[in-house]
């Protein structure tokens, strides 16, 4: 099993659309987590941290599970602007420090 | 405010050629620098971090080494590049040894080599 996995995708949504990701984990002590944006060919930009008890920061809202070892990201009122690819993040304190970056969910937004 | 920067954006090299990407970090002071490699359709491989200067720890075995000259220059180097060193290269930085910090990245550099 992955450390972190991703549904590659592609998402296709319509403008306007609401889209849900999901990542899961496999090790329980991991200990923060992050949502990560990759437009085409360009470095990846920190979206959101993930806390325990959710967070939102305008149409993008993050949620942890650690009972399931899952996060998730879910985006409203889609804009085209939001077509990139979105990269879990995992970070494990475990003897030394580990960042696992899943290999990301591909969404295409249309008008 | 801090900002990184990779050299070269572009490079394309020979089989068995050398190669060194530089790194390097301003408006900070002791981060944690790390090299990443993504291939074409595939997510980020952790191949060095380093804590402090002359402090590298390989995650990968492979024909690459990096070395951490000064508190704030992290270089990635390879005596003789093989084809599937291809990929993304990508530098990044975070603020505390081994805290929960985020990791902020360079603009990456495209390696082909043909």
């Known amino acids: 099993r992955k450390e972190v996995e991703q549904d590659p995708g592609p998402f296709n949504v319509p403008e306007g659309a609401t889209v849900a990701f999901n990542c899961t984990y496999s090790?329980?002590?991991?200990?923060?987590f992050f949502w990560y944006r990759q437009d085409c060919r360009k470095e990846p930009k920190l979206l959101m941290s993930?806390?325990?008890s959710g967070n939102e920061d305008g149409r993008f809202t993050a949620q942890l599970n650690r009972a399931s070892q899952y996060i998730s990201l879910l985006i409203r009122d889609s804009k085209l602007s939001d077509s990139a690819t979105y990269l879990c993040?995992?970070?494990?304190?475990?003897?030394?420090?580990?960042?696992?970056f899943g290999a990301g969910t591909r969404l295409f937004v249309k008008a | 405010s801090q900002t990184i920067h990779q050299w070269p954006a572009t490079l394309v090299q020979p089989v068995g050629s050398p190669l060194s990407l530089e790194c390097t970090v301003e408006?900070?002071?002791?981060?944690?620098l790390y090299w990443y490699r993504q291939a074409a359709g595939r997510g980020l491989q952790l191949l060095f971090y380093?804590?402090?200067?002359?402090?590298i720890s390989s995650e990968v075995p492979q024909n690459l080494s990096a070395s951490r000259p000064q508190d704030r220059q992290f270089i990635l180097s390879s005596k003789k590049l093989l084809l599937s060193d291809s990929g993304f290269y990508l530098c990044?930085?975070?603020?505390?040894?081994?805290?929960?910090?985020?990791?902020?990245f360079g603009p990456g550099t495209r390696l082909t080599v043909l």
């Open positions: 380093s804590v402090g200067i002359g402090q």
């Open positions: 408006g900070t002071s002791n981060p944690n």
């Open positions: 990044a930085w975070s603020p505390l040894a081994g805290s929960t910090d985020t990791q902020y």
């Open positions: 090790n329980s002590a991991s200990q923060s």
């Open positions: 993930v806390y325990s």
């Open positions: 993040v995992v970070h494990e304190q475990t003897g030394g420090f580990k960042t696992i």
